[in-house]
């Protein structure tokens, strides 16, 4: 079967070579550059678009020609064939099984099936964190409201009876509780401890002429020490 392109392989080492398959090779390369120019190169119009390719796969040990056309490759096996200084080389000649396209690469393709996309896993922290950055206090400035909306203080119109029940164990958060006058105000009311809070002239800057009082104006007192606390905890 004839096609464009045609490959050439050895039959045997040269020992003027001295087994050097890359040496003899060089040789074959030598010897196709002169007698393509002289009997192709020269006799045929071939130009950059469609041109005669000389490759050497040194690793396979192995040469194509790849010609523009198929009348061309048979000028030039049949041509090489009657050289007597090709049959020297120890090398003989013949087609490949098909065409080569010579400004066409082709690819292995992977199944669509098994197609993966693989991408590094991202760093922890990130490559641009700034470990000197000190994060930024909490504002210290809050509004207290004085007088809480009722419904926030009253219950859903139910029977006594739920009412009693409902606030029997648990706290009651007095929201409307009035200043005692040692300045101390009740927040927090249950059977084991009540929370009280500790009014201090306000040291904030106040806004648009509304009163504001910092947080840490207000001072509670000790929780209820606990039979599961340790005294490492209080030290801390």
């Known amino acids: 079967m004839t096609t464009n392109t045609l490959i050439i392989t050895f039959t045997g080492f040269d020992s003027r070579y001295e087994d050097n398959v890359g040496a003899q090779l060089d040789a074959i390369m030598d010897f196709l550059k002169v007698w393509l120019y002289d009997n192709i190169l020269t006799k045929f ?16 040990k192995r040469i194509l020609i790849v010609a523009p056309d198929h009348q061309l490759s048979e000028l030039i096996i049949s041509s090489i064939v009657q050289s007597n200084h090709f049959s020297e080389l120890y090398c003989r000649i013949c087609y490949t099984l098909q065409d ?14 098994q197609k993966l996309f693989l991408i590094s896993p991202p760093v922890s922290p990130p490559p641009e964190f700034d470990f000197e ?14 007088d809480a909306p009722k419904a926030m203080t009253s219950f859903p119109a139910e029977t006594n009876e739920l009412k009693t029940t409902a606030t029997q164990d648990i706290p009651t958060l ?63």
Do not use: C, W
Request: no cysteine; glycine share 2%.
């Open 133 to 146: 950055r000190v994060e930024d206090e909490p504002s210290r400035i809050t509004h207290h409201i004085d």
């Open 45 to 60: 119009e071939i130009n950059n678009s469609n041109p005669l390719v000389l490759l050497k796969l040194e690793k396979f």
């Open 100 to 113: 080569s396209k010579i400004n066409e690469r082709t690819y292995l393709e992977v199944p669509k099936s």
């Open 174 to 236: 007095m929201l409307n509780g009035a200043d005692k006058p040692d300045g101390h105000r009740l927040l927090l009311s249950s059977s084991v401890a009540n929370i009280t809070l500790q009014r201090r002239p306000s040291v904030s800057v106040n806004v648009d002429d509304e009163p504001h009082e910092s947080v840490e104006t207000f001072k509670t007192v000790l929780p209820p020490k606990s039979t599961f606390d340790d005294d490492s905890d209080l030290e801390e």
